[in-house]
């Protein structure tokens, strides 16, 4: 079942009632795998964001938007526990594949030791209330996806929807570029990761030309996720109760990963968002029209 759309949709609004009803009933499908389950966790809170990111392409037109955001929202929120607790060890992970050379051991085994003693009292959290949450919120959601429906026809929601969401990107990245602050690049990366969900699901009416956006997009969300853990991790380090000797060793290693990480990003932007908005939104519309 693709996160796209097909040619036996017969109008947008067809496509975005299966889509939705699709990754819904695969999100239940996820969490309720026995077991510990964390990639089903995983999995099922991914899915809230798929959500999220095909209402959004049709926002405009959609009354039911903020109702349905907001539902998708706290479906994902109902398992961050279930997922928070390796998060750190996650984020550690990855830093000692890309800089292992500028890392101490002795203070990385710490720091992980550290993080590992943080993420037992997750293991005790209620699992089969939080998941029962998730599910109550999704089946309710699942029962009012037949009768959703969009106040313009043909492209126009989603034209819209995907210029509007490409255009805040694009201005992030200029933000991202003049200020240089996580901050900054926290902020540009929820558009660019909206504009990856858009590019998923309309790439088939153009694959040529959209499947290298789609890419370039899920990289760079890629990048700044993994120097906003990294920028969390500096904080929780800063903020916790940890050795100093292995906060103060960690340092400089997650300054220059943090460093190369914006470079990279910002690099990854300039070739996403080459196209002004307006441009963009007019290209993806002619190729609807010829799809």
């Known amino acids: 079942m693709p996160y796209r759309l097909k040619k036996s949709d017969t109008t947008l609004k067809s ?25 089903g966790i995983h999995e099922g809170r991914a899915r809230c964001k798929k959500l999220r990111g095909l209402i959004r392409l049709v926002r405009p037109a959609f009354p039911g938007f903020e109702e349905e955001n907001a539902a998708f929202r706290d479906a994902a929120k109902a398992l961050e526990s279930l997922r928070a607790g390796g998060a750190g060890l996650e984020t550690l992970d990855r830093l000692e594949r890309a800089a292992p050379e500028g890392l101490d051991a002795q203070a990385l085994a710490r720091v992980r030791a550290a993080f ?22 999704l089946v309710g959601a699942r029962a009012r996806v037949a009768g959703w429906h969009l106040t313009a026809k043909g492209f126009a929601p989603a034209r819209k929807g995907l210029q509007k969401t490409y255009a805040q990107g694009w201005r992030g990245l200029g933000r991202a570029r003049e200020s240089g602050t996580p901050e900054a690049f926290h902020d540009w990366r929820k558009p660019v990761k909206y504009h990856w969900y858009h590019a998923q699901l309309l790439c088939p009416i153009r694959p040529r030309k959209i499947a290298p956006q789609r890419a370039l997009a899920k990289a760079l969300g890629e990048v700044l996720g993994d120097h906003h853990d990294l920028n969390d991790m500096r904080a929780h380090l800063a903020e916790g109760d940890f050795p100093t000797g292995a906060v103060a060793a960690m340092q400089a290693p997650i300054a220059a990963e943090m460093a190369r990480l914006e470079a990279e990003a910002l690099r990854l932007g300039e070739r996403l968002f080459a196209e002004a908005p307006e441009a963009l939104a007019h290209h993806w519309q002619r190729w609807w029209k010829a799809w």
Do not use: H, S, Y
């Open 116 to 137: 590992e003693g943080e993420a037992l009292p997750r293991l005790v959290t209620d699992r089969n209330a939080d998941i029962a949450a998730f599910r109550a919120i």
């Open 15 to 39: 496509a975005l009632r299966r889509i939705a009803a699709e990754q819904i009933d695969r999100a239940l499908e996820a969490v309720a795998r026995p077991g510990e389950n964390a990639e």
